[in-house]
């Protein structure tokens, strides 16, 4: 046993079996029922069999989310868990988390690991904020007068003492996650695992979680942190490991393994999500690549809603290749008249003429809201190429230092001799 070992991992993979049911969702007719019926009668058993075998063969395909992992974390280590959406991120988590068993391979966890993967994992919804606070904590392993020792400072952490006592299904999805964050993260695990649920949350709580996830790291413990955010990743991980198509494709420092993740994925100007059903959310992010050709930025959020939203206000940031945001702007502080109806689906746009970038790569995050509340976000949702045309780009200075090209003037005041001969003798002085 490594004392200053805490998760290892040797040819880790897991592997799924999807069923292909097109075929046997097709409607029948009932004269396929009855004929198929009288040829089964003059076939032998040993041919249905066959038949029954290899159809269930065709039906079924295997899947390995992941494969031949092969790692090691050390004690008090902050790793971050990077890759494109089906990489295999939330698959491996569930493993160190033991909700799933590898189909191939071991994974050896040294200490209690305490892990927060969906909102209100291990919640009761008939049950209260407070019993629900108890029994989340016995099921992480926690005794009830550990429990009690924390308690108000779990409850200080969330927010939700006016809910406390009321049933956690009547909690909004912010509420339940940061209940479920505060629960996980005060009850002293040696390994937390945290999962993109952050994203639930309002900036001012992500910003807390960050500084909590910190605040474990220090004490020496250890974290695993997977999230689309690469401003989060490069703030708070020291290591990072970067999963494409189920295998790792690199892991190392957190700035180079970013570095090698942006540039990996290829470009793409549109994506779509699934709506959310009971909540304002955005179903598609996109850039109109003609105005990108012009110098200017032009982005679309799509949203859809089961309910009228009034006001809906759309954000977007624009980040460099290591996660630092260099430009954003929503309606809250850039006005514009021409979203103030309501609507249940919709389209916002954003236009920035002459956006001031240097050529280079770049990703984008999505926000949705109104003026009162957040509904949504999208971090990274995509990225882009910023390459306008030689003789429409307004930019004179493409070797720019940084990702802003703003002109500046300069000015030369000429400093007299006399007074530069006082300068020289103070530093001999000096000297």
Known sequence: MNADRAISAERLGKKYLISHQGQRDRYTALRDVIVRGAA????SPANLFRKRLNG?????????????????????????????????KSTLLKILSRITEPSQGRVEIEGRLSSLLEVGTGFHPELTGRENIFLNGAILGMTR??????????????????????????????????????????????ILVVDEVLAVGDVEFQKRCLGKMSEVAKGGRTVLFVSHSMGAISTLCNRAMLLEHGRIKGQGPTHKIIELYMQSSSP????????????????????????????????????ESPFPVHGPVGGITVS???????????????????????????????????????PSKYTISAWLGDWYQEYDQKLNALSFDFK????????????????????????LDAIEESVLA??????????
């Not at 306008?388 to 000015?411: E, F, I, M």
Request: charged share 25%; with cysteine.
């Open 320 to 358: 460099s290749l290591s996660g630092v945001a260099i430009w954003g702007t929503n309606r809250r502080f850039h006005l514009s008249e021409d979203c103030d109806g309501s609507a249940t689906h919709g389209v916002l746009t954003c236009h920035a003429p002459s956006l001031p970038l240097i």
């Open 145 to 190: 007068p550990e429990i009690r020792r924390k308690f108000e400072e779990i409850v200080s952490f969330a927010e939700v003492e006016q809910f406390l006592d009321t049933p956690v299904k009547r909690y909004s999805s912010g509420m339940y996650v940061r209940l479920a964050f505060a629960v996980a993260a005060h009850l002293e695990p040696e």
């Open 56 to 88: 269930s063969q065709l039906d079924r395909e295997e899947f390995w989310a992941l494969q031949d992992l092969e790692f090691e974390i050390r004690r008090g280590e902050v790793v971050g868990i990077i890759g494109a959406n089906g990489a295999g």
């Open 268 to 303: 793409a100007l549109q994506i779509s999500f699934h709506p959310h059903p009971n909540r304002p959310s955005i179903s598609g992010v996109s850039v109109d690549e003609e105005a990108l050709r012009r110098g200017d930025f032009l982005a679309r959020i799509k949203f």
């Open 388 to 411: 306008p045309d030689s003789d429409t780009s307004l930019r004179q200075h493409p070797n720019a230092t940084g990702h802003v090209d703003w002109h500046a003037s300069w000015k």
């Open 422 to 431: 006082s300068f020289q003798n103070v530093e001999e002085c000096e000297g």
């Open 40 to 43: 089964s009668v003059f076939q």
